[in-house]
């Protein structure tokens, strides 16, 4: 069965850093295009950045220059690194995995970002 597990989210002050991790198993990884979605209260689940298996990167614009998305296939892991967070940024954040080229899609949990002084 497969599972993703996010971590690292938290309370964090404006301007503030965090990196996301999500740990996957039971998945092709390494064929596997990976992405970290976010959801607030009221809104839509949105793409914030993927990541394809040759490790193309895909960004929102919302997030462009703050945030970068890596892989390590060694670990099975994604991670989001996220600077200069603003109070915007405060939402549950998903990741999801997809054997390419067409899925199925895989979903973890999600880890919750506060941002807030």
């Known amino acids: 069965q497969v599972q993703l597990v996010e971590s690292g989210g938290g309370l964090v002050q404006p301007g503030g850093s965090l990196r996301l991790s999500c740990a996957a198993s039971?998945?092709?990884?390494?064929?596997?295009?990976m992405a970290w979605y976010r959801q607030a209260p009221g809104n839509q689940r949105e793409l914030v950045a993927d990541?394809?298996?040759?490790?193309?990167?895909n960004y929102a614009d919302s997030v462009k220059g703050r945030c970068t998305i890596s892989r390590d296939n060694a670990k099975n892991t994604v991670y989001l690194q996220m600077n200069s967070l603003e109070p915007e940024d405060s939402a549950v954040y998903y990741c999801?995995?997809?054997?390419?080229?067409?899925?199925?899609?895989?979903w973890g949990k999600g880890t919750l970002v506060t941002v807030s002084s």
């Open positions: 039971a998945i092709m990884f390494s064929s596997s295009s």
């Open positions: 990541i394809t298996s040759r490790g193309r990167t």
């Open positions: 999801k995995a997809r054997l390419e080229p067409y899925g199925p899609d895989y």
